[in-house]
């Protein structure tokens, strides 16, 4: 039969990946401030705290809704670039959802596909530049293979949340292209890159609910 | 740093409640820091934005026959889509909206996203990207060539446009010829300090210049020593006629003060940029000297040439009444 996510389970999504996203703070800080500003976990953990405050609301939604409502909030509260990212990421997947009632396992495909591809574009940049699109661009590329290959669910879910956890730590050997760690000599090489391993926290989290309604 | 300010994350708010009180006719809307007329006329709404920092731009353009609403950032970033979509549904009459955007990546971003939000609230939206700089194919903090003072003259195209009843396509496509015909150049004198940081951003010797400076101090393309009026216009002009074939054509001219340039110099380039022309058969129709896009307190220059036809000058010389330009 498959799974079948609804608004409510996505709330809850998003409640686990605030917990893990909150637990990690230190950690995320001293990856960004090798390299970064240093304020991308305070940003995105406030945008996740936000939507924590927001999810009974989210539950009571259609999932297109939800995402647009979603969108919105980590737009105006996460700010700046990533605030810019995450809130185009999610408009365009909620663009997918219009008219469903619940996410299935073609359509969450299509939701973290839209993600991707409205990343890249708004924010005008490619998968090896060491951005969240490292850990976000092969957990869709797996996403797609594992359903072209009719690869069963369970199978299929474990794998793209493991290469978003892989994607991440791919970013560790890629020069940055962009952002404040191309001005450093050596452009960040040897270090993860922050972004993307919030990204992997999030594709890992969203996998594991899922796999819970198998 | 002496600045007349209260505190430096005040300056955005009190700047545009001080506009609203000094302009009657433009509204200013609290936290989203929107400027907008507060007479909503149907047809085809322009409005721009950007960081704060560029005075009058875009606050200034905002009134009958230019803007409809300007969107402000903090100083030099970007304002959040939030506000943009503020300005966007305010004065959207039915008739879509054309957004008029400076090419800095996070103005980009942020419209961009705005305009996606006003789709799906079913709101037409279109926008024009404008790179008048001829100083440098990538900046700090743009991909390809920056928007700068030039800017004014697309305000001034689009809005006059509109007026006309145009279509949203009519006024996206004049706005768009005005940017294929306009070129800038500048250059800067001392640096400019923001508000919040409270020093410099980069220094200049006593005796130096940077040709090619962006409006927020992003580097050019060489600093040398400063150079007499005459020779600062060929530098300038040269830039400039190198890019874009202006020969046998007629233009308007802009020479733009970066905020602590006085006047009278403004009106001494540009009397050796009008010599220059003429040597070159290019014919000036309308001549503009004035700050018109700044740089918080950088003293410097730019010069933008756009060239006309019959279409851009009618609209050039249509009547615009707003606190930074009016003509008629």
């Given amino acids: 039969m498959g799974f079948h996510l609804t608004s409510k389970d996505y709330a809850n999504y998003i409640r686990k990946a605030y917990r893990l996203i909150h637990e990690k703070g230190d950690y995320i800080t001293e990856l960004d401030s090798a390299t970064g500003d240093g304020d991308h976990w305070i940003n995105i953990n406030m945008g996740f705290e936000k939507l924590v405050e927001a999810a009974n609301e989210l539950e009571e939604m259609t999932v297109f809704e939800e995402f647009k409502k979603i969108g919105t909030i980590m737009m105006s509260v996460i700010g700046g670039s990533s605030g810019v990212l995450y809130g185009s990421a999610y408009l365009a997947a909620a663009k997918t959802l219009k008219e469903k009632e619940t996410i299935q396992n073609e359509n969450l495909c299509e939701v973290l596909d839209a993600m991707l591809q409205a990343i890249m574009s708004r924010g005008n940049a490619q998968p090896g530049w060491k951005t969240m699109i490292d850990s976000l661009a092969p957990a869709v590329q797996c996403y797609k293979d594992c359903i072209l290959n009719q690869v069963d669910e369970k199978t299929c879910l474990s794998r793209v949340k493991q290469a978003a956890i892989d994607g991440a730590e791919s970013t560790k050997d890629m020069e940055a292209v962009r952002g404040r760690a191309t001005y450093q000599a050596n452009k960040g090489v040897g270090h993860l890159d922050p972004g993307a391993v919030t990204m992997s926290y999030q594709i890992a989290t969203l996998m594991d609910c899922v796999l819970e309604k198998l | ?328």
């Avoid at chain 2, 560029?54 to 889509?81: C, I, K, Q, R, W």
């Avoid at chain 2, 979509?85 to 400076?102: D, H, R, S």
């Avoid at chain 2, 024009?128 to 903090?141: E, F, I, L, M, P």
């Fill in chain 2, 1 to 328: 740093m002496k600045k007349i300010i209260n505190e430096p994350t005040k300056v955005v708010s009190e700047f545009l409640k001080g506009m609203e009180k000094a302009h009657p006719e433009l509204e200013y809307t609290e936290k989203l820091e929107v400027l907008s007329r507060r007479e909503k006329s149907d047809k085809v709404a322009v409005i721009s934005g950007g960081g704060a920092g560029h005075e009058p731009a875009h606050a200034g353009y905002v009134g009958m026959g230019m803007l409809d609403a300007a969107v402000t950032g903090n100083v030099f970033s970007s304002p959040s889509p939030d506000r943009i979509i503020e300005a966007i549904t305010k004065m959207n009459a039915g008739k879509g909206v054309l957004m008029i955007i400076k090419n800095y990546s996070g103005d980009i971003m942020n419209f961009g996203l705005a305009k996606d939000l006003a789709e799906l609230e079913d709101i037409q939206v279109e926008s024009v990207v404008v790179r008048d700089d001829v100083a440098v194919k990538d900046s700090t903090y743009s991909t390809g060539r920056r928007g700068i003072a030039g800017t004014v003259f697309v305000h001034k195209i689009a809005g006059a446009k509109a007026e006309t009843g145009a279509s949203l396509q009519e006024v996206k496509a004049a706005a768009e010829k005005a940017i294929e015909n306009i070129r800038s150049m500048g250059m800067a004198m001392t640096p400019c300090t923001l508000p919040a940081v409270g020093k410099p951003g980069f220094l200049l010797g006593e005796d130096e210049v940077e040709i090619g400076m962006g409006i927020h101090g992003e580097p050019g393309v060489m600093r040398t020593t400063m150079k007499t009026a005459q020779e600062t216009a060929e530098i300038l002009l040269d830039k400039i006629l190198q890019d874009y074939d202006y020969s046998n054509s007629e233009v308007a001219l802009m020479v733009n003060g970066l905020g602590a340039t006085p006047l009278m110099e403004l009106y001494i380039l540009e009397n050796e940029i009008q010599t220059l022309l003429e040597e070159k058969q290019i014919k000036v129709y309308k001549t503009f000297v004035g700050n018109y896009m700044t740089a918080l307190d950088m003293s410097g220059c730019s010069v933008t040439l756009m060239k006309l036809d019959e279409e851009l000058k009618k609209l050039l010389d249509a009547p615009c009444n707003t606190p930074g330009l009016k003509i008629g």
